[in-house]
C-alpha cells in the first residue's frame, strides 16, 4: 500500500476511530517520554537511550493520525466535538511531557560535559612539568597535556 493510499484510508476512518487510534498513540507517547525522563533523572543514560527507536515510532505513528485529523478536523467536530477536546487535553499533555523530558535531556548532556571536562582538565593537569625552568617558573610543555579525550555533544 502506497503512503498516499494509507493517508485516504485514515482520512475515511470514522471519527471516534481515528481520535481513538490517535488518542493511543498519544497515550503511548507520553507514557514513553516519561519512562524516558524517569530514567534520565536517576542517571540511567544507557537504559534511556534504549528507548529512542520506540519513541521515534510513536512520535512518527502519533503526527501520522495528528495530520489525518487536521485534515479532517471540520468533520470530526461535526460528527464527535467531545472526541477533539479530549485530544487536545492529550496533545497539552504531550506539550507538558516533552518540556519536561527536554529539561531533563538539557541538564544531564549539561553534567556529562561538565564532567568530562573536568576528568580532561584534571589528566592534563597530572601530566604537566612540574620543575622549573630558566626564568624560575614552573613551565608547562603543551606536547605532555592530556591526550585522547574527547566530548561527544551529541547526547
Given at each position: 500500500m ?23 498513540a ?17 542517571g540511567?543514560l ?18 501520522t493520525?495528528?495530520?489525518a ?6 468533520r470530526?467536530?461535526?460528527e ?8 487536545r487535553?492529550g ?25 568530562l ?5 584534571m589528566?592534563?593537569?597530572n ?20 591526550k ?7 547526547l
Open positions: 502506497t503512503a498516499a493510499a494509507r493517508l485516504a484510508a485514515l482520512d475515511t476512518l470514522p471519527a471516534g476511530d481515528l481520535c481513538s487510534r490517535a488518542e493511543t498519544l497515550a503511548s507517547l507520553v507514557n514513553v517520554m516519561n519512562q524516558e525522563t524517569m530514567l534520565l533523572r536517576a540511567h544507557r537504559q534511556a537511550s534504549e528507548l529512542t527507536p520506540e519513541k521515534t515510532r510513536l512520535a512518527q505513528e502519533y503526527v493520525f495528528a495530520r485529523i487536521q485534515r479532517e478536523t471540520k470530526i467536530v461535526a464527535a466535538p467531545q472526541l477533539m477536546d479530549r485530544l487535553a496533545h497539552e499533555s504531550l506539550a507538558t511531557q516533552m518540556a519536561e523530558n527536554l529539561r531533563v535531556l538539557a541538564t544531564a548532556k549539561t553534567v556529562t560535559e561538565d564532567v571536562t573536568d576528568v580532561a582538565r589528566v592534563g593537569q601530566n604537566r612539568t612540574k620543575t622549573y625552568g630558566t626564568a624560575g617558573r614552573v613551565t608547562a610543555d603543551p606536547a605532555s597535556s592530556a585522547g579525550i574527547a566530548i561527544n555533544r551529541a
